[in-house]
């Protein structure tokens, strides 16, 4: 795969986590987001709406993380488990209202993120991979 493909598939995982967590959880605070952790259930001290703050803003630092290129295969290792633990977690909350549909949608960003974890960040990049 060409160096530049290579960064269009970055910049676009990164759009991903800044559009789920800088726009809809940090900026908007979507409905549906707020719903699904409302689900879950009181976190400790933190409400449901300041939970998803920290989730937003853990979301947007690894947008810029990925972005980066900076050990680009553990930003991709930690993408994958954080989309596969989220569902779960928002399936088996009952938070989500149409779980096939959260798996379906979310196989290509998963694809994306293995085939990307395999070829490596590219040459625009912080660091080796």
């Known amino acids: 795969m060409r160096p530049l ?3 269009a598939i ?7 986590w800044f559009y789920n967590g800088l726009y809809l959880k940090l900026i908007l605070v979507d409905p549906e987001h707020l ?6 259930g009181q976190l400790g001290p933190l409400t449901p ?7 937003g803003l853990g979301e947007t630092l690894l947008g810029l ?6 050990l ?7 993408q994958f488990v954080l989309i596969v ?11 989500v209202a149409n779980p096939p549909g959260l798996v379906i949608t979310n196989l290509p960003l998963l694809a994306a993120i293995w085939t990307s974890a395999r070829l490596g960040p590219g040459e625009w990049t912080r660091s080796k991979p």
Do not use: D, H, Q, T
């Open 35 to 40: 719903k699904v952790v409302e689900a879950v």
């Open 65 to 70: 993380w990925i972005l980066s290129g900076f």
């Open 72 to 78: 680009y295969r553990y930003s991709c290792g930690l």
């Open 10 to 16: 970055r910049v676009i995982l990164a759009a991903v």
């Open 85 to 95: 633990l989220m569902n779960c977690i928002g399936i088996l909350s009952g938070g």
């Open 49 to 55: 709406a300041r939970f998803l703050f920290l989730i």
């Open 5 to 7: 493909e290579l960064l």
